[in-house]
T-cell receptor, first 113, second 114 residues
């Protein structure tokens, strides 16, 4: 069975600083990987996804993520954060061809002005 | 384009009452998912449907919970009788059942059982 670990429950960065949110997964083959963002009072919005091919994927809002098979990781990055990026971020893993996703516990991002 | 629509957005009721949450998926999507989100347990998949048929309900906590999808444009999640520990945010999501197409989430129903 798949599992996802987001080691950081809460991260605080200054506006304009770079960001990296960690995600580690457990799955026997190459999984499908997703990052979602949740703003307060709203549902989850897809930032980006990885299915195959280029291991560096670009998403919306200036985010990118890199799939590293050797480290079973799919970390999310942004070169310069904006105050509007404050939210909760979820990494999710799915098995190819399956519908179910397993979500991590989430990382809450706070932006200092 | 309309996204996933959930109603009500907020529900406050007393324990023992029946609660019905509603979801309208994105038109053309044929998979529908119900999730529950709490601080303690995070985001949990309760049940999902493909083409209106329940495929996996292993996440449904107990018999007090039931879900139906009578047609492609409507689903309900019912709790009867409700208990305070059912308090959570319940999300509905929909997707195309095709090569792990991403799930699109509604804004959720915040449920408080007193």
């Amino acid at each position: 069975a798949q599992s996802v670990t987001q080691p950081d429950i809460h991260i605080t960065v200054s506006e304009g600083a770079s960001l990296e949110l960690r995600c580690n997964y457990s799955y026997g083959a190459t999984p499908y990987l997703f990052w979602y963002v949740q703003s307060p009072g709203q549902g989850l919005q897809l930032l980006l996804k990885y299915f195959s091919g280029d291991t560096l994927v670009q998403g919306i809002k200036g985010f990118e993520a890199e799939f590293k098979r050797s480290q079973s990781s799919f970390n999310l990055r942004k070169p310069s954060v904006h105050w509007s990026d404050a939210a909760e971020y979820f990494c999710a893993v799915g098995a190819p061809g399956a519908q179910k996703l397993v979500f991590g516990q989430g990382t809450r991002l706070t932006i200092n002005p | 384009d309309a996204g996933v629509i959930q109603s009500p957005r907020h529900e406050v009721t007393e324990m023992g009452q029946e609660v019905t949450l509603r979801c309208k998926p994105i038109s053309g999507h044929n998979s529908l998912f119900w999730y529950r989100q709490t601080m303690m347990r995070g985001l949990e998949l309760l049940i999902y449907f493909n083409n209106n048929v329940p495929i996996d309900d292993s996440g449904m906590p107990e018999d007090r919970f039931s879900a139906k999808m009578p047609n492609a444009s409507f689903s309900t999640l019912k709790i009867q009788p409700s208990e305070p520990r059912d308090s959570a945010v319940y999300f509905c999501a929909s997707s195309l059942w095709q090569n792990n197409q991403p799930q699109h989430f509604g804004d959720g129903t915040r449920l408080s059982i007193l």
